[in-house]
């Protein structure tokens, strides 16, 4: 893994000397002006990629769904029995988000554009316990909202450059329950609340460039969480890298690829409802990861639908080290629509 995530910072690093070279490419803003023609490829389900002139809205729908199955200790896949054996009663089998997110960008000055998105979370998960019982649970509500200010840094001359603070504000519960075998309104483990609880805080850096015909993009970010939350645990720290390659092979047609790294710290602090030997998932002890994974990504914005852009991505995972034992993640797709006005 640390070759994977070597390999990737020297190829950023070589974009970046590329980038160099080609500077003089690089007329005005193009992070400003992209609904211009000359608009550059970006991935649209990256945040901080693009930003908008003063006066500018864009608005914007996505849904997204993550789907997890089967269950993994470190980088192998385990069985249920041997979850069981670990000491655990329960044993969660499947679980799926579907999110809707809805999202607003307004262009403030020339320098800074305000982001804002909300979004509504269904979770569902399929457990089978020691005795064979198999059973589901669900949560549903609000998820975190989250206020972003993206600085496009034109006035310091750095084009290529744009950074981005996002701070997250626990509109998702984190109290959610449900009827089990184990009994009427169980708390839900950790992966099946709606939001962090926490006041987090998102500083990213983005660096984006087009050379040889193709734009290219790295983008790193930290997440970290201000308090602990009302059940007295907060999530761990969050450090993501991403790089991408993509092209507007039309005026209506954009697709890329983009590489993604997140490193997932554990838990800290507790939850009392939760009783940690029930169900996997509810132990603090597994939480925390290493994940890369690939998202392809088309965005298609046909001249007779006026500006409306429709935008769709798939996220496939291409490695896994879970710290104990954890849910082994698969495919996660999304379909959106925006229209700047
Ligand atoms: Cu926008």
């Keep these: 893994m640390k070759t994977l995530l070597l390999t990737a910072l020297l190829t950023t690093t070589a974009w970046h000397a590329q980038a160099a070279d080609h500077s003089h490419h690089n007329h005005a803003d193009h992070a400003a002006h992209h609904h211009d023609a000359a608009e550059p490829y970006y991935p649209k389900h990256v945040m901080g990629t693009h930003t908008h002139n003063p006066d500018e809205w864009m608005f914007s729908y996505r849904y997204m769904r993550m789907e997890m199955k089967g269950l993994q200790a470190g980088n192998d896949k385990i069985s249920n029995q041997q979850a069981y054996n670990a000491g655990y009663m329960v044993a969660p089998l499947k679980?799926?988000?579907d999110m809707h997110m809805f999202g607003a960008m307004k262009g403030l000055t020339s320098d800074f554009t305000l982001m804002a998105m909300a979004s509504y979370i269904k979770k569902d998960m399929t457990l089978r316990n020691q005795a064979g019982v198999t059973f589901a649970t669900s949560s549903e509500g609000m998820g975190d909202t989250k206020i972003?200010?993206?600085d496009n840094l034109t006035r310091y001359g750095f084009n290529k450059w744009t950074t981005m603070v996002t701070l997250s504000l626990p509109t998702g519960k984190t109290d959610q329950e449900a009827n089990t075998p184990m009994g009427?309104?169980?708390?839900?483990?950790?992966?099946?609340?709606?939001g962090s609880g926490t006041y987090d805080i998102t500083p990213a850096v983005t660096y984006q460039c087009n050379c040889k015909g193709f734009d290219y993009g790295a983008q790193a970010y930290a997440t970290f969480r201000i308090n602990d939350n009302e059940e007295d645990y907060r999530l761990g720290n969050q450090f993501g890298f991403k790089a991408w390659v993509g092209k507007n092979f039309t005026d209506s047609l954009a697709a890329g690829a983009t590489f993604n790294w997140t490193t997932q710290n554990n838990l800290s602090g507790e939850d009392d409802n939760l009783n940690p030997n029930m169900v996997v998932t509810a132990d603090k002890r597994n939480t925390g990861y290493d994940l890369a994974s690939l998202t392809l990504d088309v965005a298609y914005k046909p001249a007779v639908l006026n500006?409306?852009?429709?935008?769709?991505?798939y996220e496939e995972p291409i490695y896994q080290d879970v710290n104990g034992i954890q849910m082994h993640r698969q495919r996660t797709f999304s379909l959106g629509l925006r229209k700047t006005f």
């Design 307 to 313: 500006g409306l852009e429709l935008v769709s991505s």
């Design 95 to 97: 679980m799926t988000s």
């Design 148 to 150: 972003s200010l993206i």
């Design 184 to 194: 009427a309104n169980t708390r839900l483990p950790y992966p099946m609340q709606l």
